[in-house]
């Protein structure tokens, strides 16, 4: 049987990786994409590329510009005849039902949704009941997040699919920054991996399964209008002029060679969104990413570096970092100020443990939420910039970046997904990406002075909460005090 001819990705990938010397026999490479223009540009290009599957999973993806402008590419390259999956969180469906089942009406394209119900095809009477009857699913999500080009270039890291993850900045906006893994070659196939278990889960059920919209003659028509009359954007100039170099140039740009067993993607089973406690404690004695970032942690020698938005370490994790300094392990943490952060409650939860992580030497920087005369809203931050970021640097040999955030609901609710890669080089760039972070232009260093917490810069120093109103910090202080850590 004649093999198939490589398509345009692979023809694209096969010269990068010999470009930078990993063209060999197990040799890979892997980018790493802090940058969110780069991080758009690469998924777009590798749709526009792909001949074969796209295969893309995610917890959001939004109705907004950057949403359209890569559905659009996905549109585009369903129409060239390649196969794609789409597997999406079901919270997302609310409110997208008719543009999903649109895009569910094309030959080569198939939606999925995950821990979804039939409730849903009632409406909003639907969803009413399944809070009533059968709510617990709810609290339970999929925020694995990967972009899959004929199975030879994944996109894995904290970025979903929506505006604030790539820097278009909207008037009242929130502009996460963020970070991405480009894995190019046979590394990409751990991504597939992953896919492949959650598309083929019971939890994934067809889109018209739950969906509350029905085929509608001409929806698809009326979609293809909608995402072209997205290019008339101004906004989309500057994302779109650097989709006019050749593909594989693009995926060339800082890429390194890495060896294929140096890579290793993670994620947790589908099966830990299911309910009850017995699925708890499976998903438990099969591990998970909080026991294979505690595993990382326990080997450090010399320096730890991490970066988590949404920082909650509970007792277990405490004991872990308090035992890291005690053995001489330098410990950095970057985190969100209460004035930067989109989930104030987290906070809250955070705030119990701050003061003993600095008392044991634990360095931490907290992210400015942008200009100091932008006021932040009660729940969310406004007009700024907040961290999504989740990575880790483990002296500087190891690193890990992916969708987990080290809080509960991470380890314990959400299903989760990354990658760890062993390589001075790779660690060396998200380390470089945490110093950037903790900039004093940037961040805070929250530090004690005088037994007292004191947030400093270049500027001044500060023993309130910087730039947090006083309703901010009671919603904080109220998910600090109340019996709510499991849901943070």
């Not at 995610?58 to 890569?70: C, I, M, P």
């Not at 995926?251 to 067993?261: H, S, T």
């Not at 906070?347 to 920087?365: D, F, S, T, W």
């Not at 080290?406 to 609710?413: G, I, K, T, V, Y």
Request: glycine share 10%; charged share 25%.
């Amino acid at each position: 049987m004649t093999a198939p001819l490589p398509t345009r990705l692979e023809r694209a990938v096969r010269a990068a990786l010999v470009a930078i010397g990993a063209g060999g026999e197990r040799q890979a490479g892997i980018t790493v994409l802090p940058l969110a223009p780069e991080a758009y540009a690469i998924r777009a290009a590798s749709a526009r590329a792909a001949g074969r599957s796209l295969d893309l999973q995610y917890y959001v993806w939004r109705g907004d510009l950057t949403g359209r402008l890569l559905a659009r590419e996905v549109l585009a390259a369903a129409d060239r005849g390649v196969t794609v999956r789409m597997l999406l969180d079901d919270a997302f469906a609310i409110g997208h039902q008719r543009a999903i089942a649109a895009l569910d009406e094309h030959p080569n394209i198939t939606v999925k949704l995950f821990n979804g119900t039939r409730w849903r095809r009632f409406g909003r009477w639907g969803y009413a009941l399944e809070i009533v009857f059968g709510g617990w699913h709810l609290n339970r999500r999929m925020h694995n997040k990967a972009w899959i080009a004929d199975g030879q270039l994944a996109v894995v890291g904290g970025r979903n699919i929506g505006n604030e993850y790539f820097g278009l900045d909207e008037e009242g906006a929130i502009n996460f920054r963020d970070l991405d893994l480009v894995l190019a070659g046979g590394i990409a196939q751990g991504a597939c991996a992953v896919f492949e278990r959650y598309w083929t889960s019971p939890l994934a059920r067809p889109a018209t399964e739950t969906s509350a919209a029905g085929n509608r003659a001409g929806a698809l028509d009326a979609l293809r209008r909608d995402l072209d009359g997205c290019l008339r954007d101004p906004r989309a100039t500057g994302l779109l002029a650097a989709l006019r170099e050749p593909p594989s140039r693009r995926i060339r740009r800082g890429l390194a060679p890495v060896a294929e067993d140096a890579v290793r993607v993670i994620a947790e089973p589908p099966e830990k969104a299911r309910r009850g406690l017995g699925a708890r404690r499976r998903a438990r004695a099969a591990g998970g990413i909080a026991a294979d970032i505690a595993d990382a942690l326990r080997a450090a020698r010399r320096e730890v570096r991490l970066i988590s938005p949404y920082f909650v370490p509970g007792r277990a994790g405490m004991r872990l970092l308090l035992d890291l300094v005690a053995r001489g392990v330098k410990v950095s943490v970057v985190t969100n100020s209460l004035a930067a952060t989109d989930v104030v409650a987290v906070h809250g939860g955070y705030m119990k443990y701050r003061r003993p992580l600095l008392e044991a030497g634990v360095a931490i920087h907290e992210l400015k939420p942008g200009p100091e005369d932008e006021k932040a809203s009660l729940l969310g931050s406004r007009g700024g910039a907040a961290l999504h970021t989740k990575a880790l640097v483990v002296d500087g040999l190891l690193a890990f970046v992916g969708s987990f955030n080290l809080d509960p609901r991470s380890a314990a609710l959400n299903t989760e997904m990354g990658a760890f890669v062993r390589n001075p080089a790779v660690a060396k760039e998200v380390a470089a990406e945490q110093e950037r972070l903790m900039d004093p232009a940037l961040s805070w260093r929250v530090t004690l002075r005088g037994g007292r917490i004191a947030w400093c810069d270049e500027a001044r120093i500060r023993h309130a909460e910087p730039g947090a109103s006083w309703r901010r910090t009671l919603v904080a202080w109220l998910a600090r005090v109340l019996p709510v850590e499991e849901q943070l």
